[in-house]
């Protein structure tokens, strides 16, 4: 593809990790400062980007490739945690620009 889009507007932070976090995870806040992974139906916070010695780097805007379970359009979505690796298309979650969507994979705009 000659599009890009990583880069974008990345913001990255850190926050302290309970012991499920792993690279790659979507994560919820579970208490002042500490992300945990999410469960169906959560809402996303952000993207485990690196985890080390009990702490994350939580992408938290900018431009992600997130597995989906079901179909999600391309345009603004409202999304939830399918899993703790997955989105999924929501009516009641936040809602995030998907720029591109096949059958396994969104590429979204946190």
Do not use: H
Not at 1 to 17: H, K, L, P
Not at 52 to 75: H, Q, S, T
Request: aromatic share 8%; net charge negative; glycine share 10%.
């Amino acid at each position: 593809m000659n599009i890009g889009f990583n880069g974008f507007c990345d913001n990255t932070v850190t926050f302290e990790a309970d012991a499920t976090v792993k690279k790659g995870t979507l994560l919820k806040l579970i208490d002042d400062n500490t992300v945990s992974v999410c469960d169906e139906g959560d809402k996303v916070v952000g993207v485990c980007v690196n985890v080390r010695e009990g702490y994350a780097a939580v992408k938290l805007f900018g431009y992600a490739e997130i597995p989906v379970e079901g179909a999600v359009n391309v345009g603004y979505q409202n999304l939830s945690a399918a899993s703790s690796e997955a989105f999924k298309a929501d009516a009641n979650g936040r809602e995030y620009l998907v720029v591109s969507a096949d059958t396994d994979t969104i590429g979204v705009i946190l």
